[in-house]
């Protein structure tokens, strides 16, 4: 059984910065890609980023130069860096785990919160 933990979501001020982790248990991480999604309030989840298990990346447009996914398949641990944060990235954001960069699998984390907010 697969869990994913995530971390590192909180409060933060427009043009703010925050990291998320990814945290997965068993031995699957480092065969699989991975992806952070969000969820705001009365909208659909959609992709923020996705990262292949050879480190490849994609991003939405809406993120793009602000946001960074990377991955460090020796600790099992998945990231986002997230900078030049908008109100409009307030969200709970998910990991994934099993699908590809653009489609996700059926592995799930249980989601942090992210406000940007003065």
């Known amino acids: 059984q697969v869990q994913l933990v995530e971390s590192g979501g909180g409060l933060v001020q427009p043009g703010g910065s925050l990291r998320l982790s990814c945290a997965a248990s068993?031995?699957?991480?480092?065969?699989?890609?991975m992806g952070w999604y969000r969820q705001a309030p009365g909208k659909q989840r959609e992709l923020v980023a996705g990262?292949?298990?050879?480190?490849?990346?994609n991003y939405a447009d809406s993120v793009k130069g602000r946001f960074t996914i990377s991955r460090d398949n020796a600790k099992n641990t998945g990231y986002l860096q997230m900078d030049s944060l908008k109100a409009e990235d307030t969200a709970v954001y998910y990991c994934?785990?099993?699908?590809?960069?653009?489609?996700?699998?059926?592995?799930w984390g249980q989601g942090t919160q992210v406000t940007v907010s003065s």
């Open positions: 994934n785990l099993g699908g590809n960069r653009n489609i996700p699998g059926d592995y």
């Open positions: 068993g031995t699957i991480f480092s065969f699989n890609a």
């Open positions: 990262i292949s298990r050879f480190g490849v990346s």
